[in-house]
Nanobody, 123 residues
Framework: QVQLVESGGGLVQAGGSLRLSCAAS????????MGWFRQAPGKERDFVAS????????YYADSVKGRFTISRDNAKNTVYLQMHNLKPEDTAVYYC????????????????WGQGTQVTISS
């Protein structure tokens, strides 16, 4: 098993930046592809970004391409989501997730989930 703890959320103005972190503990971090998902109030949870086990491949939702960057540091057992040019529609609870398979946009494939961190963007 792996435990995931997100941090870095908060309240920022539109156009600002935030960096989310997700620290993993338990089994070897590099065994997992990692993903970020988000859930806005009253909406379903959606894919944001994912990264392969080595970090060599990344994938993004169209809505965040060019603004968000996912990265990982396997030595620190941490995955990051750098967010720039934030918009009010980015407001959501952001979750990280671990997948024993390949990096994917399909959330049902992920085996482990963190508790989420709130990101609120004011206009």
């Amino acid at each position: 098993q792996v435990q995931l703890v997100e941090s870095g959320g908060g309240l920022v103005q539109a156009g600002g930046s935030l960096r989310l972190s997700c620290a993993a503990s338990g089994r070897t971090f590099s065994r997992y592809a990692m993903g970020w998902f988000r859930q806005a109030p009253g909406k379903e949870r959606d894919f944001v970004a994912s990264i392969s086990k080595s970090g060599g491949s990344t994938y993004y939702a169209d809505s965040v391409k060019g603004r968000f960057t996912i990265s990982r540091d396997n030595a620190k057992n941490t995955v990051y989501l750098q967010m720039h040019n934030l918009k009010p529609e980015d407001t959501a609870v952001y979750y990280c997730a671990a997948d024993e398979g390949i990096a994917t946009v399909i959330q049902d494939r992920y085996d482990y989930w963190g508790q989420g961190t709130q990101v609120t963007i004011s206009s």
